[in-house]
């Protein structure tokens, strides 16, 4: 049996605005997914928007209790600053409520929250003045920050400030996959430095107001994998490490941004707007742990005909088609489960072998009711095998010395996922979308309490 260490921590990762449903609801404002759901609905897979996701916001405590019912010790979900401060100032004494029941709830069923700040839910009123592109952004997500700090610290002792904070950079500024569908390189770097100083001056609140207390970010990894041991090939896999994993990670773990990645952004003219003090916020603000969400590797070559200075990423490294790549096809993701074990040493040699979770690995899949049996069960069999497989390199790094201390999949209940709604499912449990967001549990679900039972599993 591959046994896991003491204490570890298994569970499922989802979000506010994925889950909860009344979106404009009970004093809640608008965040820029409501907003481009009322002028764009056509964008999003089958028109499923923001406003309905599986409702959690009126199941939280059946949900609660399926939490325990597959074994769960421990649950990620975000709070939606829209609902905690719809204008930015103001607490909205509803959600205060509702957060403190449903966090409450979670503990009482003997599961661990592990609670985060943003998850691509940028407010509208903010985004209006320009979002992450300003200044004041930092200032607004600290306040966010230190408030529910404030209102949940007695309850919640494990946070994070942001989910894949370069996912909004990237398709909210690079690839039109978020709002505002930017297409502005330069544009994409101030968000990301902005975004990097908002998680800094919402660590140093987090000192202030909870000193006993654990915080960190989560980050989503894609190591790159170079096509060949060239030189540049090789300088489009550092290219693609330093844009895309140590812009976040070695800020949070080791205080500064990487010398090579400042050097990068300069010789592409990209430098974005700074303010004196924030070398010293950085260098005194780092993190207790980290989370990767970890579901496809990056295979790079050197970019053909690149435009200098770059006017994408692709200029600086270029995609390679690895021909014996194993995918994933309703995501189009490659599956290579052995980056977990690179991963895991990755954190032991370069990251000072900081505590770090694996905080999002999963398989969505499209039209799973292919795979109802006649008793209504979901027979995800390939995903039982896809997070097996994973677990085998994670658990071979543990081994080898990783501190690794938690796994959670994505996700707890199928949930909402951006443009593309419903059409993938991942969850331990299925929704019913004709049935008022019913539930039934997944095969999975049951592999998975028999995981946390044991500690482990046999292969
Ligand atoms: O649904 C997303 C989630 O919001 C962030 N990580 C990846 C998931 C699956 O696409």
Redesign the pocket.
């Known amino acids: 049996m591959k046994k896991f260490p003491t204490n570890f921590l298994w569970g499922a990762?989802m979000?506010a605005p994925?889950t909860e449903g009344h979106s404009l609801l009970n004093g809640k404002s608008a965040s820029t997914w409501d907003h481009w759901f009322e002028t764009n609905p056509e964008k999003f897979n089958a028109n499923q928007g923001p406003a309905d996701t599986s409702n959690i916001y009126e199941l939280y405590k059946e949900d609660c209790q399926r939490m325990e019912d597959i074994g769960l010790n421990s649950i990620r979900t975000s709070i939606a600053w829209t609902r905690l401060l719809p204008d930015g100032k103001t607490l909205n004494p509803e959600a205060v409520a509702f957060y403190r029941d449903y966090f409450q709830e979670i503990r009482n069923h003997g599961v661990e929250p592990i609670i985060n700040l943003f998850?691509?839910d940028m407010p509208m009123w903010l985004m209006e003045k320009g979002g992450w592109e300003t200044r004041e952004s930092v200032d607004a997500f600290a306040f966010y920050a230190k408030t529910a700090f404030e209102q949940f610290g007695d309850l919640v002792s494990k946070w994070t400030t942001f989910?894949?904070p370069l996912?909004h950079v990237e398709c909210g500024y690079l690839f039109g996959y978020h709002y505002p569908a930017i297409v502005d390189f330069k544009k994409a770097v101030q968000v990301g430095y902005h975004t990097l100083m908002a998680h800094t001056c919402a660590v140093k609140a987090f000192r202030e107001v909870l000193p006993q207390g654990e915080i960190g970010i989560i980050l989503?990894i894609s190591p790159a994998y170079a096509r060949s041991e060239s030189d540049a090939d090789q300088q489009a896999k550092l290219a693609s490490d330093l844009l895309n994993t140590r812009s976040f990670l070695d800020p949070a773990v080791h205080g500064h941004l990487p010398e090579e990645l400042i050097a990068l952004i300069k010789e592409n003219e990209l430098t974005p707007e700074t303010q004196a003090e924030d070398t010293q916020l950085m260098a005194e603000n780092t993190v207790d742990f980290i989370g990767l969400?970890y579901?496809q590797p990056r295979r790079v070559q050197a970019p053909t005909n690149p435009a200098k200075p770059a006017k994408m990423p692709s200029d600086l490294y270029g995609a390679y088609d690895w021909p014996e790549k194993r995918i994933n096809p309703y995501?189009g993701w490659e599956i290579y489960p052995e980056a977990m074990y690179d991963v895991a040493i990755m954190m032991k040699n370069d990251y000072k072998n900081i505590p770090w979770f694996v905080s999002?690995n999963?398989m969505?899949v499209a039209d799973e009711e292919r795979f109802l049996d006649e008793n209504g069960m979901i027979q995800d069999d390939y995903r039982i095998e896809f997070m097996k497989e994973h677990l085998d390199y994670l658990h071979q790094g543990i081994q080898e010395g990783s501190n690794c201390f938690g796994y959670q999949t994505?996700?707890f209940v199928d949930?909402w996922?951006?443009l593309?709604g419903y059409r993938?499912r991942?969850g331990f449990y299925r929704v019913d979308l004709d049935n008022q967001f019913q539930r039934s549990v997944k095969k999975s679900g049951l592999w998975f309490k028999q995981v946390v039972q044991d500690n482990g599993y046999t292969n």
């Open positions: 990762a979000s994925q998850h691509f989910n894949e996912v989503n969400n579901y995501r999002e999963g969505g994505w996700t949930c996922s951006w593309n993938n991942y």
